[in-house]
């Protein structure tokens, strides 16, 4: 696990191991959050000091669990953490579901600038017409229970969800079991030491 101090691009290069391409197109995406976040909310403005570590490795550290070519799925991207980023790193194409225009905007002119592999879907999530997706990850959506109900219409029949949960985990799971059964995996988070990443596969809901 890395230390919680403040991450530089740097350091964010050497922890990761990223190839000084994906380095140099992650720093532009870097600029264009800190620009694009004096007009509007993308991201908490607690978290910009420590960018590196609060967004981009927390987002790039689910790209264990990509596999090249699978139809991936962000849930309410927001500013693309993870699925822009993941799209990024791992070439993979990811399509982002984000139902406020404004932040559409601006995936898609990290997008353009990045040449990110990446679809906008601008709407809700519900309205995705198509099914199958080989990964599904969401990040500060909401709680497991609806989280499940999001993906599971969507998620392809050896498909796995990845939602990344913070110190409310062991609630949210309670509830979700009362209503769902599931195979899961819980992965401490390399960014934040409260953190968890929910690996589950075979949602169902208990009849």
Not at 17 to 34: C, M, P
């Amino acid at each position: 696990m890395v230390s919680t101090t403040t991450l530089s691009a740097a350091e964010f290069g050497r922890t990761t191991d990223v190839s000084r391409e994906t380095l140099a197109r992650f720093e532009a995406y870097e600029d264009l959050l800190q620009h694009w976040q004096k007009r509007i909310n993308l991201v908490s403005r607690t978290t910009l000091a420590d960018v590196w570590r609060r967004h981009f490795l927390d987002s790039l550290q689910l790209s264990q669990w990509v596999e090249p070519g699978q139809p991936a799925l962000d849930m309410g991207s927001g500013a693309g953490f993870p699925g822009m980023v993941l799209a990024i790193a791992c070439d993979t194409p990811f399509v982002l579901a984000e139902s406020d225009s404004r932040k559409c905007a601006f995936l898609r002119e990290v997008r353009r600038v990045t040449d990110a592999p990446a679809e906008i879907h601008e709407g809700r999530v519900e309205a995705i017409d198509h099914a199958g997706f080989g990964l599904i990850v969401a990040r500060a959506l909401a709680p497991v229970t609806r989280l499940l109900e999001l993906a599971r219409p969507l998620l392809g029949g050896e498909g796995k969800c990845l939602f990344m949960k913070g110190a409310q985990v062991a609630d949210e799971l309670d509830l979700a079991r009362a209503n769902w059964t599931m195979e899961l995996n819980q992965h401490p988070s390399v960014a934040d030491p409260r953190g968890v990443i929910l690996e589950i596969r075979n949602p169902d809901r208990v009849v």
